[in-house]
């Protein structure tokens, strides 16, 4: 009878472990989400003043300038997609930004401008930041996938509804470069 009544209180004991962890693995999935979501965001509200200093100088490189102002507003209106989604729009800004920063490299003055030097500054930091942040949101993801799907954590994820996380990834491989920002 105690020996049944042991097992008992054992499996209960480790069921309320393994729950309680996987509540503390969610809420590092989304609080790396967070820290991705922050960097993208101060991406985006960095990018009209660089294109405001850049404007003066290219205006005739108007394609350039209007695809990283469009591909901003997309960015921007996808506040709550999932992280592929996400992740492909990124890449769509990355590259236009790229652009941006290989076009600014045909105008000295540009390249001597002290707020342009400063939001390409930021704007590197701002790429680091968004770097490790997606590094801990994936190694998050990862955690919590791996409990989510091995035995017997997942017998205690499946009854209380804890679901797979989705990685944060670039569409293209070339979008995972970081633009090339030295002048």
């Known amino acids: ?16 472990m393994a729950y309680n962890k996987l509540v503390k693995t969610r809420q590092m999935v989304e609080e790396g989400w967070s820290g991705i979501d922050v960097q993208l965001k101060r991406r985006a509200n960095l990018i009209p003043n660089m294109l405001e200093t850049v404007k003066g100088y290219m ?10 102002t469009e591909a901003r507003a997309a960015v921007q209106g996808a506040g709550s997609s999932s992280p592929a989604e ?13 652009k941006l920063i290989a076009v600014a490299e045909a105008y000295p003055d540009l390249k001597a401008d002290s707020s342009f ?16 942040s997606r590094r801990y949101y994936n190694g998050a993801v990862r955690n919590m996938n791996v409990m989510v799907e091995s035995f017997p954590s997942n017998v205690i994820a499946n009854q ?20 090339d920002v030295s002048f």
């Open 1 to 16: 009878m105690w020996v049944l009544f042991s097992i008992i209180v054992a499996l209960g004991i480790y069921a309320i």
């Open 59 to 68: 205006s005739h490189e108007s394609d350039t300038l209007q695809a990283v």
């Open 117 to 132: 030097l400063e939001f390409q500054g930021a704007l590197q930091t701002t790429e680091d930041e968004i770097q490790l």
């Open 86 to 98: 996400r992740g492909k729009l990124e890449g769509i800004l990355s590259g236009a930004l790229g």
């Open 160 to 179: 209380f509804q804890f679901f797979k996380a989705e990685y944060f990834e670039l569409e293209n491989e070339a979008d995972r470069a970081v633009p």
